[in-house]
């Protein structure tokens, strides 16, 4: 066994351990044993509670995402591309980027209702910015000699929007989409929590009303594990997609 | 942007919009969206209620003390796991955990654990905006220029003095960097907690107004928080171009 | 002797069209006229009322200190930029912008990193419309004429800067232009790759009956591999002079470098460019 994978296993060991014995201690009624919240989590895996309250969560993270990488490219590429474009869109998605858009919640609650579009917007308002402000800076940051390659090999506008600036783009692109992705993430577990509880939110709300802290660490676990998870993937998997693909412009 | 000739100014844009939200306003096409010129003498009207500055004065607060301990504790840490590889595998993992967790999901803990105030929001502001600050003091430390530190050490320089007058200030711009993300994902922080605890600072503010449905008002506090956030963020994009100028040229 | 003279007589571009020495005797045929050609980037004047002519078949060399408008003009000629006033003829017709009768060949390679060599370098002909099939044979062809059989599947990271450059060229050659047009092709290269490059590029000139203009910043590199040399001077920019070094083509790769003739005429460009440099 590797020294890296040791290490990682020792470091689980450890701050499982120190949350088992701070359980025990108890350091505060409200908080479970590492062991009860496991076993917890376990019940709740095997009863299928786990199982439907994810396909209520997952539905309007989805969507989201959906809606906001198809919407976030097109405008990312186009903001890119046009200098009008870039003029009339990028100050607004600037400002989205470093604003608590949180705050716009209450609002989309009064105007949409409690229901799956209000989820849907929270989840889209925190992913599109960092997708379209990735696309934008991909796009107009493609390397210039490429674009004159194109040209000068008599490349229409559509031929060179396709087969140089998109695909020289797409790894910015991807790294985009992850980041909207783990926005994402925040902005449905803040929707379940904030406008209705359905799902993972549902059972965080729950277990806490009813004091049954163990249930209501494991689903909080859980959404971390699984979140933690799915980028891990996505990075790992950006890695693999484009290995070669931001080396080999000029001699290195 | 170029018009007739003419250079158009980087945001000259919002005017745009803020006339197209007057007009949207205006049409009276829904009740959401009042007339721009209405929220702005709203905005005017509140400014100086004791509810709105009590509301900034707490949110300030929390943000600053948040943003103080994820500075005070992120940096020496991000330093220490740069200089020794143990602490630095041990931590890692988790650190990178953290930076990509949702974690929203972990203010409902906060809330049984720290109560429903000010401390549950401190700590959030915290979680929000420590991760990236020990990774960027991490990734500035690594960097150093290798015969600097050999320097030091040909001239005899203690543990204490080699980090506080070489490691800091070789990491110097890396650690500016991550501390203004930081900052940024802590405005975040702030109003993701205070949302979800709701009866302090502005969460208390939103509460009100929604229930009472003044819209108006509603509009007024997030143009004054966007444009804060807008400002802050901004702020600290200049004072990190202030000193690039020494991280090109070591 | 009398050859020598020649090529060391320094002729200004309109005095050479009537130079009975030339190539082709009288009636000069030439690829590609440059006519009154100005240039500004706002209030810069990168090039100023510059004419040349670069005849059928040979290689030209725009040689001058950096910043004196030369990857501007060949930009201009390829059609990627517009002049501010003058005009650009090839074959006779006005340039109206890039052209299947030109083909580029860049400095940094402008490979696709994520295309395969033989992609990279049917990618012209994909643009054109050729299908697959056919246009993947011709590459094939041009991979093997530039020596890079058995790296098709290759990609670009995976090559060394001078089998990328050999790439860009292949790229260029199977459009199959009458004009091939390379902007300091061989900067990004290693020495010994370059000086292999420079024989290869002496034989492809000979062999494919294509005109050549080539940017280089290099006096040797320029002396060596061209039929005619155009010195460019900045600022803004015009040509200072045209040189036909002829005496020792026929010398062979081996002896070219010690040539006398070739060792003159290096001294003589530097001796007027040195006060071009900082």
């Known amino acids: 066994m590797n020294r890296s994978l040791l290490l990682k296993l020792l470091s689980a060991a450890i701050v499982f351990g120190a949350w088992e014995i701070a359980g025990r201690v108890p350091v505060s009624y409200a908080f479970p044993t590492f062991l009860d919240s496991m076993t917890a989590l376990f019940a709740m895996s095997i009863d299928g509670t786990l ?15 959906a809606i906001s990488a198809l919407l976030g490219i097109v405008i990312g590429l186009w903001i890119g591309l046009s200098e009008f474009c870039d003029w009339l869109f990028s100050p607004i998605f600037i400002v989205m980027q470093a604003a608590p858009l949180a705050a716009l919640i209450p609002l989309l609650v009064m105007a949409y209702g409690i229901g799956l579009t209000s989820k849907v917007f929270v989840v889209c308002i925190m992913a599109m910015p960092v997708i379209v402000l990735n696309t934008a800076s991909a796009v107009r940051n493609t390397p210039s000699s490429l674009k004159e390659m194109g040209r000068s090999f008599l490349g229409s506008d559509f031929d060179i929007v396709t087969r140089i600036i998109l695909p020289s783009a797409s790894p910015i692109i991807f790294s985009g989409l992850r980041l ?24 965080i709300t729950y277990s806490r009303s009813i004091a049954d802290y163990p249930s209501m660490y494991a689903a909080i676990f859980s959404i971390i594990l699984l979140a933690v998870l799915f980028l891990n ?9 484009f290995a070669g693909n931001n080396r080999g412009y000029v001699s290195d | 942007m170029t018009l007739l000739g003419f250079r158009l100014p980087g945001f000259s844009s919002l005017i745009l919009w803020a006339l197209l939200w007057e007009l949207v306003g205006r049409l009276d096409l829904t009740f959401f969206v009042p007339p721009l010129s209405e929220v702005v003498v709203t905005l005017v009207q509140i400014l100086p209620t004791p509810a709105f500055l009590s509301a900034l004065g707490e949110t300030a607060q929390a943000f600053l003390l948040g943003v103080l301990a994820a500075v005070l504790a992120g940096v020496p840490l991000g330093i220490l796991m740069g200089r020794n590889r143990l602490l630095d595998e041990l931590l890692l993992p ?25 401390l549950s929001i401190v700590i959030t502001t915290t979680l929000f905006a420590i991760w990236i600050i020990i990774l960027n003091a991490r990734a500035g430390v690594l960097q150093i220029n290798r015969s600097l530190v050999e320097m030091a050490k040909s001239f005899g320089a203690s543990p204490f003095d080699a980090f506080f007058k070489i490691y800091f200030w070789a990491a110097l711009p890396e650690i500016l960097g991550g501390v203004r993300i930081g900052i940024i994902r802590a405005v975040k922080g702030v109003i993701i907690g205070q949302l979800l605890i709701s009866v302090v600072g502005f969460g208390a503010l939103f509460e009100l107004y929604s229930t009472n449905f003044l819209m108006a008002h509603f509009w007024a506090v997030l143009i004054v928080l966007f444009a804060l956030a807008f400002a802050i963020s901004e702020l600290l994009a200049h004072l990190e171009r202030r000193v690039a100028y020494y991280a090109a040229r070591r | 002797m009398q050859e020598t003279t020649v090529a ?29 050609v100005s240039k500004t980037f706002g209030s810069v004047e990168a090039l100023k009322n510059l004419s040349l002519d670069f005849p059928r078949g040979e290689l030209t060399s725009l040689l001058g200190p950096s910043g004196c408008g030369k990857t501007t003009l060949l930009k201009i000629i390829a059609g990627l930029l517009e002049p501010s006033s003058g005009r650009v003829e090839v074959g006779g017709e006005a340039v109206t912008g890039p052209g299947p009768d030109r083909a ?13 060599v033989l992609r990279n370098v049917a990618f012209g002909l994909e643009l054109r419309g050729m299908a697959k099939s056919e246009r993947e044979a011709i590459a094939e062809k041009h991979i093997c004429e530039v020596g890079l059989a058995g790296f098709e599947h290759s990609y670009p990271h995976q090559l060394s800067g ?21 902007d300091e092709p ?61 005496g020792f083509r026929d010398k062979g790769a081996d002896n070219l470098r010690r040539d006398p003739e070739y060792l003159d005429i290096v001294d003589s460009i530097w001796a007027s460019l040195r006060s071009y440099v900082e």
């Open chain 3, 162 to 182: 001078g089998m990328r450059q050999r790439v860009g060229l292949a790229r260029a050659l199977a459009v199959d232009a009458d004009v091939l047009l390379m």
């Open chain 3, 8 to 36: 060391m007589s320094r002729t200004e571009s309109a005095r050479r069209d009537a130079d009975p020495s030339g190539p082709q005797g009288a009636a000069v045929d030439n690829a590609v006229s440059v006519r009154c």
């Open chain 1, 233 to 241: 993937l996505l990075e790992r998997l950006e890695g693999q997609l």
């Open chain 1, 180 to 203: 909207g992705i783990s926005a994402g993430f925040i902005g449905a577990i803040l929707a379940e929590l904030k406008i209705t509880p359905t799902g993972v939110g549902d059972i």
């Open chain 2, 94 to 118: 988790w650190v990178n955990i953290f930076l990509s967790a949702p974690l929203t999901a972990l203010v409902p803990v906060l809330m049984v654990l720290f109560g429903f105030g000010m």
């Open chain 3, 186 to 246: 061989f900067s990004a290269v290693d020495e010994q790759t370059r000086r292999k490059f420079q024989e290869d590029l002496l034989d492809l000139v000979r062999n494919e009956r294509k005109t050549f203009i080539f940017v280089t910043h290099s006096i040797e590199e320029a002396v060596y591999v061209s039929d005619q040399i155009a010195i460019l001077l900045p600022r803004p920019s015009r040509v200072s002079e045209i040189i036909r070094p002829s």
């Open chain 1, 51 to 65: 199982l439907r309250a994810y396909g209520e969560t997952l539905r309007p993270l989805v969507a989201g995402i």
């Open chain 3, 104 to 116: 580029f060949v860049f400095q940094d390679f402008a490979l696709l990193p994520w295309a395969s």
